[in-house]
């Protein structure tokens, strides 16, 4: 993989598509971070844990992307997520838009940003329709998700 932004961006979510959270993770830098509106702030290792847990658990996947803007050390890019989310069984078409960041050819700041209330309805269902846009829900949905997260990395599952 070259510096060229373009290329690391194509580099990993082509990666991501095939679910190879190993590929995925090696575009980062060793001290990357990493938000989106369930995961506010992730370390490195957060980070790359979260790709690895996502990749494992991922049923039903499909990923299509477009590199959209690139400037010398940064790239953004449209994807989409097809799954079934697996603590509810239903179907989410996730759209989200990524900007990273990087240094030396590497991703030093990712940052995914979609409509989460959107999410929240397809994921969790009916309930979500109203709960999504109110903080304390979407203060749930984050902590549940963490300590999915926290698990993931001390237990691997």
Same mark, same amino acid.
């Given at each position: 993989?070259? #510096?060229?932004?373009?290329? $690391?961006?194509?580099?990993?979510?082509?990666?991501?598509?095939?679910?190879?959270?190993? %590929?995925?993770? %090696?575009?980062?830098?060793? =001290?990357?971070?990493?938000? *989106?509106?369930?995961?506010?702030?992730? #370390?490195?290792? !957060?980070?790359?844990?979260? @790709?690895?847990?996502?990749?494992? %658990?991922?049923? *039903?996947?499909?990923?299509?992307?477009?590199?959209?803007?690139?400037?010398? *050390?940064?790239?953004? $890019?449209? @994807?989409?997520?097809?799954?079934?989310?697996?603590?509810? #069984?239903?179907? $989410? !078409?996730?759209?989200?838009?990524? /900007?990273?960041?990087?240094?030396? &050819?590497?991703?030093?700041?990712?940052? =995914?940003?979609?409509?989460?209330?959107? @999410?929240?309805?397809?994921?969790? &269902?009916?309930?979500?329709?109203?709960?999504? /846009?109110?903080?304390?829900?979407? !203060?749930?949905?984050?902590?549940?998700?963490?300590?999915?997260?926290?698990?993931?990395?001390?237990? #691997?599952?």
């Amino acid at each position: 993989m070259n #510096g060229n932004p373009s290329q $690391v961006a194509e580099t990993f979510y082509s990666a991501f598509a095939r679910r190879d959270a190993e %590929s995925m993770n %090696s575009c980062y830098a060793e =001290d990357a971070h990493f938000s *989106d509106p369930i995961f506010a702030s992730l #370390g490195p290792t !957060e980070t790359k844990a979260l @790709w690895r847990m996502l990749c494992a %658990s991922a049923q *039903d996947f499909s990923l299509t992307y477009s590199v959209q803007e690139t400037e010398p *050390d940064s790239v953004s $890019v449209k @994807w989409i997520a097809r799954y079934t989310f697996a603590a509810t #069984g239903r179907r $989410v !078409e996730n759209h989200v838009h990524a /900007y990273l960041r990087l240094r030396n &050819g590497k991703i030093f700041e990712h940052k =995914d940003e979609f409509d989460f209330p959107r @999410w929240a309805r397809q994921a969790l &269902g009916p309930i979500a329709i109203v709960l999504a /846009y109110f903080p304390f829900f979407q !203060e749930k949905v984050r902590s549940s998700a963490q300590k999915n997260l926290e698990k993931f990395i001390t237990t #691997g599952r």
